[in-house]
């Protein structure tokens, strides 16, 4: 079982395929890790082996070659996403007892292709806030020194990722809630172009901001858990149809970049010294291997202003939850709430204005450069206490999202990017490098993410047991 869980993705879907495990062995393994680790952590709060094993057998009365692409291989969901019959809360004590009737397009689209869902990862309530704690399960430990705080909102995926008690897990993303506890936690993870993974439409049929997306611990595993989630569903009239695109082949493909810019900060700072000076390092490798690199970015200064306009704007569909539930939505929420409700159509219309021209810089910007390089999270891993980062460089910062806007910027032109492991700080905690790519070249990003990973060598630095 030990063997099993530090076996990855494409292994362990190689010998899914070749009949050498079989999912139930899959479960087995993991169950014992979960039990074994997850109570120093707290990542995987809600469990559904059951579930898992009565998928299992169903899709193992198939013909191997039946069973999709993960081939039976197990998948926790964010408990932002609803699956049927398990309890789906949203970190909120709004639904803590709350039993999901059916599931979202993205745990079904899963299922289609061969995951099986065992477990519920933690998020902060309503994924508001990069760092996973709510009043239903309590704070997600980071497994690098369980007394820092493993980021979020997907940060429950992330540590069950580092700590072995996932091989692939799946995500959110609207202001780095895939890519921040990446950074934190020594894995990788993307946020993909709008429309590549169909979600379910709540409030907004249009919405381009949040999306959803994979981790893993490693480029290759991601992508085959992308190939997994992508394609057309007729639920989501965002939802792009697949070109039989293999996101796995091109991150395989050996794509090198020729010209990438890197930069520390965007030209949005603050960023904590120690994490520009390792992204910087990171960079600088790459020359070794003939591509060059160049301090630059494009001009994203709007960024905050949008962001936390348009962010406010998503939030102003929970006042009926606000006039019922005000006391028990946590203080971030409420705040944002507020500020959506209180926008004027002025300020909308500019911020949307905001968004098109940083969108038509972006793509500009890529007429230069194959892939563009920063910090992905402005700070090492703090204090589990803290409820945000309020300060950075001698920099004090307004709101709960201010730290965000290094991911923001990116969330806001439309661009895939992912968060791969770049070095550590000396407290040996791990930092993530950005790795942007133009809107819809999830291809390149990959592909240009797996070089990176290689002339890095940093080796499978995950799984590793919780560290206090």
Not at 14 to 32: N, R, S
Request: a negative charge; hydrophobic letters at 45%; glycine letters at 8%.
């Amino acid at each position: 079982m030990t063997d099993l869980i530090r076996m990855t993705a494409v292994e362990v879907v190689q010998g899914l395929k070749a009949g050498e495990i079989t999912p139930l062995d899959c479960l087995a393994a993991l169950e014992a890790r979960v039990s074994a680790v997850d109570g120093a952590v707290n990542a995987l709060p809600t469990l559904c082996f059951e579930r898992a094993r009565a998928h299992a057998r169903k899709l193992m009365e198939r013909p191997i070659a039946e069973r999709g692409l993960l081939a039976g291989l197990p998948v926790p969901i964010k408990d932002l996403a609803d699956v049927a019959g398990v309890r789906s809360t949203q970190g909120s004590p709004i639904y803590r007892d709350r039993i999901a009737e059916a599931s979202d397009l993205v745990v079904t689209h899963l299922e289609g292709n061969g995951g099986l869902v065992y477990a519920m990862s933690n998020t902060p309530e309503f994924g508001a806030g990069a760092h996973t704690f709510n009043e239903v399960f309590g704070v997600t430990r980071n497994p690098w020194n369980t007394a820092l705080s493993a980021s979020g909102s997907s940060g429950g995926a992330a540590v069950a990722l580092a700590t072995g008690m996932a091989w692939v897990a799946h995500g959110s993303d609207l202001g780095g809630s895939l890519r921040n506890p990446a950074s934190f936690c020594g894995v990788t993870g993307m946020r993909p172009s709008p429309g590549r993974v169909a979600a379910t439409v709540f409030s907004k049929i249009d919405s381009t901001l949040g999306v959803e997306g994979p981790m893993a611990r490693n480029v290759e595993d991601l992508a085959l858990l992308f190939d997994a989630m992508v394609g057309e569903e007729p639920a989501d009239p965002l939802s792009l149809p697949s070109d039989g695109t293999s996101f796995f082949a091109a991150a395989r493909s050996g794509w090198k970049p020729g010209r990438v810019a890197v930069s520390r900060d965007l030209g949005l700072p603050p960023v904590d010294r120690r994490v520009a000076e390792i992204v910087m390092t990171a960079a600088r490798k790459l020359e070794a291997q003939g591509v060059i690199v160049e301090e630059a970015h494009p001009d994203l200064r709007e960024t905050r202003d949008c962001a936390q306009t348009l962010r406010a704007l998503s939030y102003a569909n929970m006042k009926p939850l606000l006039d019922r539930h005000r006391g028990l939505l946590k203080p971030e929420v409420v705040w944002n709430i507020e500020k959506g409700l209180a926008l004027t159509g002025a300020e909308i219309a500019r911020a949307e204005a905001q968004r098109g021209e940083m969108f038509r810089r972006m793509r500009r910007f890529f007429e230069t450069y194959d892939l563009l390089l920063c910090p992905t999270t402005i700070v090492p891993p703090f204090p589990v206490e803290q409820r945000f980062v309020a300060e950075c460089d001698g920099v004090k910062l307004e709101s709960y999202v201010d730290w965000l806007m290094i991911v923001h910027a990116i969330t806001l032109t439309a661009s895939p990017a992912i968060s791969i492991p770049c070095g550590f700080t000396a407290d040996h905690l791990p930092v993530g490098l950005q790795v942007v790519a133009p809107g819809r070249g999830e291809a390149r990003l990959l592909a240009g993410a797996r070089f990176i990973e290689q002339v890095l060598d940093l080796g499978a630095i995950t799984p590793i047991d919780p560290r206090p």
